[in-house]
């Protein structure tokens, strides 16, 4: 058994603000990842997916637009409380609209570790995405 503690915010590559996880590095996990995430407001992650791994996701705080699909041509929106499922290879953005609050969510994930990808394309679409 192992605790691990809430540390300091660190960016990770997808784009958001990572807080503590259960994952092979930190707890020598085989088959689970669980994170804590923030989107600071005004921002987003950038366009991705998890390869080989179904997530679920709880939102703690704040709200997210999601887009998803090939061209994140499909939206939802988060509020606290929600529950979403996003299947294996679902490429897809978290934003943040508010202008004040970030938003914070909780993700499991059937892999010992982040598994994200992040699209060849993110760059181009962040330059031109509304």
């Not at 934003?95 to 609050?101: R, V």
Request: aromatic fraction near 6%; charged fraction near 25%.
């Amino acid at each position: 058994m192992r605790v691990i503690k809430p540390g300091p915010g660190r960016e990770v590559p997808r784009g958001v603000v990572g807080g503590a996880e259960i994952s092979q590095t930190t707890a020598g996990a085989r088959n689970i990842y669980m994170g804590v995430f923030r989107v600071p407001p005004r921002s987003q992650s950038r366009p991705h997916y998890h390869e080989r791994c179904e997530s679920a996701v709880y939102m703690i705080a704040g709200s997210l637009r999601v887009r998803w699909g090939e061209q994140l041509e499909s939206e939802l929106g988060l509020e606290p409380g929600d529950l979403v499922y996003v299947p294996p290879r679902e490429t897809h953005v978290l934003e943040n609209l508010s202008e004040t609050e970030p938003a914070e969510y909780v993700v499991a994930r059937d892999s010992p570790h982040e598994d994200a990808v992040v699209v060849p394309w993110a760059e181009q679409w962040a330059q031109t995405a509304p």
